[in-house]
């Protein structure tokens, strides 16, 4: 059942205050609401259980709708920025709510279908990684200072790598904290995955670790050991890690 369907059931037997209760994730799971986008599931319990249904059901029951509906769009922004969920799901979930609760007549599906809600690449620390690569401390790439470490000949060799697997995108434009999963859905559609059983980003890794003679660990091992590689960051520091380092190279060539 979509998520909207299963909130209005459970609102209607329960009333609206049933979203700012933390029970709302059990009665929701009761109807498969989150089988068909289980990245979902986290989001909707940060909502539930970090005060923010009870906001949005005293908005929906005692202010105007544009009031609400401001309340909504700057949510959807602090469950991305704050809480590092990817844009796409904070969007549905809440979308999702004002739905059920008659705010907004639509609520867009997430492309990705898969179980990780996070967006590592996006941690706020990525102003502090820029500088910590700038040997000027300008912002500006050693590359483009003609100064290449070890570290960027892995780099320059990974977004190669990446721009063959997902034809349209250019080398010089993958930066290391760009999210694998944009860069996928920027450089071919996601619906040549379809029905294979992978998500994009996880198909992009078993290409690179095949090319690079790297076995990258799976989606699952990745979620359990806490150790998602979401960013062209995460990938090149654990090829760094995970294959010997030659002198003058830091990866092999395919």
């Not at 639509?106 to 492309?111: D, G």
Request: charged content about 30%.
């Amino acid at each position: 059942m979509k998520l909207q369907d299963a909130l209005r059931k459970v609102i209607r037997r329960y009333g609206m205050s049933i979203i700012e209760d933390k029970r709302v994730m059990a009665f929701l799971a009761d109807y498969k609401a989150f089988d068909e986008f289980p990245a979902v599931k986290p989001v909707m319990k940060a909502i539930a259980e970090g005060g923010y249904g009870r906001e949005l059901c005293r908005l929906a029951a005692d202010e105007s709708d544009a009031e609400y509906l401001r309340y909504a769009a700057g949510l959807k922004n602090t469950l991305a920025a704050d809480k590092n969920f990817w844009k796409e799901f904070a969007d549905y979930a809440v979308d999702s709510i004002s739905l059920a609760l008659g705010l907004v007549s639509s609520a867009a599906e997430p492309l990705d279908h898969g179980f990780d809600p996070e967006n590592h690449g996006n941690t706020g620390k990525e102003d502090t990684r820029k500088a910590q690569n700038s040997p000027s401390g300008t912002g500006s790439s050693s590359q483009e200072d003609g100064n290449e470490s070890p570290d960027d000949v892995v780099f320059q060799k990974v977004r190669e790598l990446i721009a063959e697997y997902a034809p349209g995108l250019r080398p010089e434009d993958i930066k290391p904290d760009d999210s694998l999963k944009e860069l996928c859905h920027k450089g071919r559609s996601a619906s040549v995955v379809i029905g294979l059983g992978y998500d994009e980003p996880s198909l992009l890794l078993l290409d690179l670790g095949k090319k690079l003679g790297i076995t990258f660990p799976s989606l699952w091992a990745q979620i359990a050991g806490n150790a998602r590689i979401a960013t062209v960051r995460d990938a090149v520091e654990y090829i760094k890690s995970h294959q010997p380092r030659q002198p003058g190279s830091g990866c092999t060539d395919s």
